[in-house]
Structures are given as structure tokens and as C-alpha cells.
């Protein structure tokens, strides 16, 4: 199984960015997907996440700005970044919970994607 993110550049502040990442390979399920951004000098930190059942979940700094989206039938989801801000510079990587069987879930990271966002 791999993730693989797309987009990320830089962009002014007041800009938006979209963020896909695809999920690919012997998929029996995808229970969740997310992305998390790593602030330059801070913690990785969650920003979206969601569920198989569709529950979207955003944490402070994207509620109201961010939105994501899944295609499910192409095990995708698309983080729409608008009125973004220079706090909003990091790298942004996408996380996954996937089933490959019934019975055995593994978490997956995709390569990290730079976003920067000038003032």
C-alpha cells in the first residue's frame, strides 16, 4: 500500500492550496485518512481527518478554512486549503488506517508536501 500526496507550493497569504493524496494498492478497506502538517521547529499536529463512515473531524487552525473531501471509489481525499496564512507554512503529510484483510489494519505516511505561504 502507498500514499501518495500531490500539490503543495507556495502561495500568498489570503491563497488557497488543494492537497490530494491517493491511496493505492492492495486495499481491503480504508478506515480513515487524514493529513497532518509539521510546522518548521514544532510537532507534527493533525489538521483533518476522516472516517470510513464519512465523519470529518478538523482540528483549530482548520476549522472554517479547510475543507476535506474523500472520493471513496478512488480511495482520495482532498484537503481545500483557503484564506490561507503564513502560520499555515509546514509540510503536510497524509496518514491512512488501512485494512489490507479482515483482520489486520496497518497505518501508513506519505511523503511529506511543503506548503508556503508568504505574507
Known amino acids: 500500500v502507498q500514499l501518495q500526496a500531490y500539490g503543495g507550493g507556495l502561495v500568498q497569504s489570503g491563497g488557497s492550496l488543494r492537497l490530494p493524496c491517493v491511496a493505492s494498492?492492495?486495499?481491503?478497506?480504508?478506515?480513515?485518512m487524514a493529513w497532518y502538517r509539521q510546522p518548521p521547529g514544532k510537532e507534527r499536529e493533525l489538521v483533518a481527518k476522516i472516517l470510513h463512515n464519512g465523519d470529518v473531524g478538523y482540528q483549530n487552525p482548520a476549522k472554517g478554512r479547510f475543507t476535506l473531501s474523500r472520493d471513496s471509489a478512488k480511495n482520495t481525499v482532498t484537503l481545500q486549503m483557503n484564506s490561507l496564512e503564513p502560520e499555515d507554512t509546514a509540510i503536510y503529510y497524509c496518514?491512512?488506517?488501512?485494512?489490507?484483510?479482515?483482520?489486520?489494519?496497518?497505518?501508513?505516511w506519505g511523503k511529506g508536501t511543503l506548503v508556503t505561504v508568504s505574507s
Open positions: 494498492g492492495d486495499i481491503f478497506r480504508v478506515n480513515s
Open positions: 496518514f491512512a488506517k488501512i485494512q489490507v484483510s479482515r483482520n489486520y489494519e496497518y497505518e501508513y
